[in-house]
């Protein structure tokens, strides 16, 4: 059974950065496709970068192009999301999650994460403030 733990969160001053970490036991990243994801407080959960077996990524969110990068370390089984120029609307709680199954057709690109992948983290807390 697969099981992610996130780390790296915290509090962060407008313009700085953070890298979370999504650390994987129990079984190799190798063969999963990785997904960040984030909740804003009352509002609902949204994808923000997906990176795949093969280390293509993609990104899901406008408002993060050029600010937020996913990497993946396969040989420490760990995912990472480098996030720039943290601004407040950042602010959310963290999730990375796996999922094992083949890309789909998502109408516009093959899609290697989903809304229900398969395996989830806790969570990590990042609070974007002055």
């Known amino acids: 059974q697969l099981q992610l733990v996130e780390s790296g969160g915290g509090l962060v001053q407008p313009g700085g950065s953070l890298r979370l970490s999504c650390a994987a036991s129990?079984?190799?990243?190798?063969?999963?496709?990785i997904g960040w994801f984030r909740q804003a407080p009352g509002k609902g959960r949204e994808g923000v970068l997906c990176?795949?077996?093969?280390?293509?990524?993609?990104n899901y969110l406008d408002s993060v192009k050029g600010r937020f990068t996913i990497s993946r370390d396969n040989a420490k089984n760990t995912v990472y999301l480098q996030m720039n120029s943290l601004k407040p609307e950042d602010t959310a709680v963290y999730y990375c999650?796996?999922?094992?199954?083949?890309?789909?057709?998502?109408?516009?690109?093959?899609?290697?994460?989903?809304?229900?992948?398969?395996?989830w983290g806790e969570g990590t807390l990042v609070t974007v403030s002055s």
């Open positions: 999650a796996a999922d094992s199954s083949p890309p789909y057709w998502d109408g516009s690109a093959w899609a290697a994460c989903k809304d229900d992948m398969e395996y």
């Open positions: 129990g079984d190799t990243l190798d063969y999963y496709a």
């Open positions: 990176i795949s077996i093969s280390g293509d990524s993609r």
